[in-house]
């Protein structure tokens, strides 16, 4: 499954696929993201950063893609499962701020 | 899971009153934030200290103060609330810029 990021809040995929929640940035100071998990009645969780050098970071089971030339910026998360249904936001900070400033988050839910 | 408590957890008061949100962290990072979070608009910077004493403004500080007399402990002040800042509160801590922010469970305040 593959979303939109900010004009396709929700996502759904079958457990077992890969998902792809994808996120359009503005700013091109913007050079460092990060990609957090929200589940209900929690906080953000840290799940994965890239810096603006780089163009792919990866992880246990997520990866993350950055393509300055058009701003835009993916989290991939391999063989999908229920405990992986949560709201994902990227986040971006810009030189020279000390604040992120976060997406208005996709909502991706797992069917068994 | 980073060691932030946010105090009280949830909170209803009335148009009128002061409310103070408190965060308490265990990691002795520097940097601390709080943030708020409503349906549509992701996560907003309201203020964030570099250090004991030292604060800033964030995206929409209007209506909030803050204040960090130890590194430990960073509050939220409502001087008068209006329902508008009916929302919930995260606070999130980090050890230098540009380093992952690590968030707190967030505290949900109604504002009547």
């Known amino acids: 499954g593959e979303s939109v990021g900010l004009h396709l809040p929700t996502l759904s995929v079958q457990e077992g696929d890969n998902s792809i929640i994808n996120c359009a940035y503005s700013?091109?100071?913007?050079?460092?993201f990060i990609w957090y998990k929200q589940e209900s009645g929690k906080g953000p969780q840290f799940i994965i950063d890239?810096?603006?050098?780089?163009d792919k970071r990866q992880g246990q089971r997520v990866t993350v893609l950055l393509n300055k030339t058009v701003k835009h910026l993916s989290l991939q998360i391999a063989a999908t499962q229920p405990g992986d249904s949560a709201v994902y936001f990227c986040?971006?900070?810009?030189?020279?701020?000390?604040?992120?400033?976060f997406g208005t988050g996709t909502r991706l839910t797992v069917i068994p | 899971d980073a060691g932030i408590t946010q105090s009280p957890r949830h909170k209803v008061t009335e148009t009128g009153t002061p409310v103070t949100l408190r965060c308490h962290q265990t990691e002795n990072h520097r940097y601390m934030y709080w943030y708020r979070q409503d349906p549509g608009h992701g996560l907003r910077l309201i203020h964030y200290s570099y250090g004991v004493k030292d604060t800033d403004k964030g995206e929409v500080s209007d209506g909030y103060s803050v204040s960090r007399s130890k590194t430990e402990d960073f509050l939220l002040t409502l001087e008068s609330a209006t329902s508008s800042q009916t929302s919930v509160y995260f606070c999130?801590?980090?050890?230098?810029?540009?380093?992952?922010?690590?968030f707190g469970d967030g505290t949900r305040l109604s504002i009547l």
């Open positions: 890239i810096r603006s050098n780089m």
């Open positions: 999130a801590i980090s050890d230098r810029e540009e380093q992952p922010q690590h």
């Open positions: 700013n091109s100071a913007s050079d460092y």
């Open positions: 986040a971006e900070t810009r030189t020279g701020a000390n604040n992120l400033f």
